[in-house]
Every structure is written in structure tokens, then in C-alpha cells.
């Protein structure tokens, strides 16, 4: 009897399970990976509907108008306010003061004492001179008659004569002597801070005070050669100085020097302006302006309303119109503009804009051509043609 043959076992399924569970595993991968990827992309076409027709809210801005005005044509400059007569006072000789006759900064009247030296030595001498002189007119008066009886010489009286005219002029020089250590105002004006005191020995050209005449007041100042051509004597000055603002004065040109200098191509000229208060003192620094006799008209506007930029100086201008959604707004169209003369905070245009026509004042920056604007005038800055700072 034969034993039974062994079982040959079947081969094992876990290998192909094992596959078809990759199968299944990579399969739900990229379902979920196809279906994220159709959720992405249809948020991304969504996304571009909505990008497509999103439009912007308006921007907030101020308007302006422009405005036709008539320029009085101007030539600036910087100057120095001078007296109208100006000098230092100073001894012709040597001497102790022996009185002061002014205060500091008081008004004084021409040929008024200010200072008197010691001239006590010079009188006493005179009182001799003089009493010498008569004496010397007495002796040829008697001469004079004495020739006219034959009763001396030609000669003796010739003699008697030459001593009198000798003792007048030593009188006459004494006075000198006296009159120039008396120290007076040679014209009217204010004078300045004495620099001598009492008993102070003073020498020849020693500074006593500073006396100014500043009514009227001189106002020195220089413009360009090219100049010439527009002004001359006689025409109006406006005056101001920062001292005190929203304040001018004006005056006239009295004086355009007959050169030019050769340094800088400039003209020095000299107006005149009236100084009845005399507030304007010498040496102040004031801005000058030469007014033309003739205004010209000139469109302005704000000169915020500019944008600046290198390629050309623009400016947006209002006008109805539609949004990108097609509804009725109010639009912002860039419009090219030349500029010309800057007046406080106007700006000339030269061409590009005419009289009337709406622009944005401010928030130009932030604007783009064809953008929708709302107009809020509520915070607008004022705009003047004089604007003065004001000190807070």
C-alpha cells in the first residue's frame, strides 16, 4: 500500500491585494488632487469675472475753478533797507567830554548840541585874542585918521593895519577851535547809541554815535541786465520786510545805476519809499517788487492743482461722464498744461486750460486719467495771491 503523495499549496493572494490596494490608494489621490485642482481654478476664473468688473470707488478731492485775473507784471528782488543820510559822528580834535546833550536813540534837530568838549584853555585864550583885536581896530581907526592929516607915514599905517587883520583872524581861529569841539547834528535824524562817557578823553575820528535820517527810507537793491528793457525811473516799488508781516509799503525808483557790474550781470538801483513812522530802520533785509504801469490777464489756478513731472506739468479737469460700470459719475480727465508766472499760491497757465474750466485742487497724486471723483470742498485750503505765514 502506498502512502499518500503530499499536497503542492496553492500560491498565496496577498501580493495581488496588496496592488490593488495601490491602485485604489493612487486612483483616490488623484481624484482628490483633480478635484482640488477644479475647485482652485474655478475660484481663479471667479476671481478674474469679479476683477473684470470691480470698479474702483471714487476718490475723494477738492475743485477749483480757473480763473481769468489781470497780473500786474512784477520784477522780484532782495534788498537792503539805508538811511536817506547816514553817518557817524566823530571829534576833529582832541578833547575830554564835558557834556553830553542827547539820549540814546532820541530824535535831534539839525545844528542841535550832542556833545560838548572842554574847551576851557580855548576861551580863556580868546578873551585875550579878543580883547587884543580891539585894541589893534582901535590903533588903526586913530592911524587912518592920523594919514589923512599928514600926521604919519604911509608905512605906520600899513603896519597898524596888518596887526589888526593879524588879531582878527586869531580871534576867528579860536572860534574855530571851539566851534569843532561842539559836536552838532548836521542834519535831522535819530542818533544811536552813545559810545563816549563823561571826562573821557577822546582823539580825532574816536566814534561818538551813529545818527540815521530814515524818513523817507532808501531801499538798495539789483536786477538782472535783461531788466533794462522794462523799467525806469519813476515806476512804483512795493516793500516788504518779514518784521512785519501782511504789511508793505511803496515807493518809488529814484535812481538805476549807469553800469553794470561785471561780476554778475547785475544793475543796482535804489527806490524811495516814505518812512513816516520809521519802522523801517537801515540794514533790514525786505523783499522788492517793480511794478509794471500795465496789468495783463492771465488765467490762474491753484498751484497744488499741478502735478509736476518731468515728461510735462499736467493738471485734471472735471467732467460728466461714466464709470467702468457704465454708470453716470463724475471723472477726472488729465489735461497738459504750460505754466507760467507763480504769484503766492496762484500759478499762471500760458495754454492748456481756459477761463471757467473745473480742475482738481488737491489730491491730484492718487489719480489716475478717466478715474471717478467726489468732490468735497469742505476742507479746501485757501488760496490767495498774498498768503503770509502766521506764527502759531
Same mark, same amino acid.
Given at each position: 500500500?502506498?502512502?499518500?503523495? @503530499? ?25 482628490? *488632487?483633480?478635484?482640488? !485642482? ?7 476664473? #471667479? ?13 475723494? !478731492?477738492?475743485? /477749483? ?14 534788498? $537792503? ?44 585864550? =580868546? ?18 585918521? =592920523? ?14 593895519? /596888518? ?53 523817507? #527810507?532808501?531801499?538798495?537793491?539789483? &536786477?538782472?541786465?535783461?531788466?533794462? /528793457? ?22 518809488? &525808483? ?53 502735478? *509736476? ?7 485734471? $479737469? ?6 467702468? #460700470? ?52 469742505? &476742507?479746501?485750503? @485757501?488760496?490767495? #495771491? ?7
Amino acid at each position: 500500500m502506498h502512502a499518500p503523495a @503530499p499536497e503542492v499549496p496553492l500560491s498565496s493572494p496577498r501580493p495581488a491585494s496588496r496592488v490593488k490596494r495601490w491602485v485604489v490608494g493612487v486612483l483616490l489621490l488623484l481624484a482628490v *488632487f483633480a478635484g482640488l !485642482v477644479a475647485v482652485k481654478a474655478g475660484q481663479i476664473v #471667479a476671481m478674474i469675472k469679479a476683477g473684470e468688473t470691480f470698479v474702483p470707488p471714487p476718490e475723494s !478731492v477738492t475743485s /477749483a475753478q480757473a480763473e481769468s485775473f489781470g497780473w500786474q507784471g512784477t520784477r522780484s528782488a532782495v534788498g $537792503t533797507v539805508i538811511a536817506l543820510r547816514g553817518v557817524t559822528l566823530s571829534a576833529e580834535l582832541p578833547g575830554v567830554v564835558n557834556d553830553i546833550r542827547f539820549e540814546n536813540g532820541a530824535s535831534v534837530k539839525k545844528g542841535q548840541v550832542l556833545v560838548q568838549l572842554d574847551t576851557s584853555s580855548e576861551l580863556a585864550q =580868546l578873551a585875550g585874542a579878543e580883547a587884543d583885536a580891539e585894541l589893534s581896530r582901535l590903533n588903526r581907526d586913530r592911524a587912518e585918521k =592920523l594919514n589923512a592929516q599928514g600926521a604919519n607915514t604911509q608905512s605906520d599905517l600899513d603896519a597898524v593895519r /596888518a596887526r589888526a587883520t593879524q588879531a582878527a583872524a586869531t580871534v576867528a581861529h579860536l572860534k574855530s577851535l571851539i566851534a569843532k569841539k561842539t559836536i552838532r547834528a548836521p542834519f535831522d535824524g535819530r542818533v544811536g547809541i552813545r559810545q563816549v562817557e563823561l571826562g573821557q578823553l577822546v582823539s580825532p575820528g574816536n566814534p561818538i554815535a551813529s545818527l540815521q535820517s530814515t524818513t523817507p #527810507a532808501l531801499v538798495e537793491f539789483q &536786477l538782472p541786465q535783461q531788466a533794462l /528793457a522794462q523799467v525806469k525811473q519813476g515806476q512804483k516799488v512795493r516793500l516788504r520786510v518779514d518784521v512785519f508781516p501782511g504789511e508793505s509799503w511803496e515807493g518809488d &525808483l529814484t535812481t538805476i545805476n549807469p553800469e553794470v557790474e561785471l561780476s554778475s550781470r547785475n544793475v543796482r538801483m535804489r527806490a524811495t519809499v516814505p518812512n513816516a513812522d520809521g519802522r523801517l530802520l537801515p540794514g533790514m533785509f525786505a523783499s522788492v517788487e517793480v511794478l509794471s504801469e500795465a496789468s495783463q490777464p492771465v488765467v490762474a489756478i491753484p498751484a497744488t492743482a499741478v502735478l *509736476f513731472a518731468p515728461y510735462g506739468d499736467s493738471v485734471f $479737469t472735471l467732467s460728466e461722464g461714466k464709470d467702468a #460700470a457704465g454708470k453716470k459719475a463724475l471723472l477726472a480727465r488729465q489735461q497738459f498744461v504750460r505754466l507760467g508766472e507763480r504769484r503766492g499760491d496762484y500759478v499762471a497757465v500760458t495754454s492748456g486750460l481756459k477761463p471757467g474750466q473745473t480742475v482738481v485742487s488737491s489730491g491730484v497724486f492718487k489719480l489716475r486719467n478717466g478715474a471717478a471723483v467726489v468732490v468735497n470742498n469742505s &476742507l479746501a485750503p @485757501p488760496v490767495e #495771491a498774498a498768503p503770509q505765514p502766521v506764527n502759531p
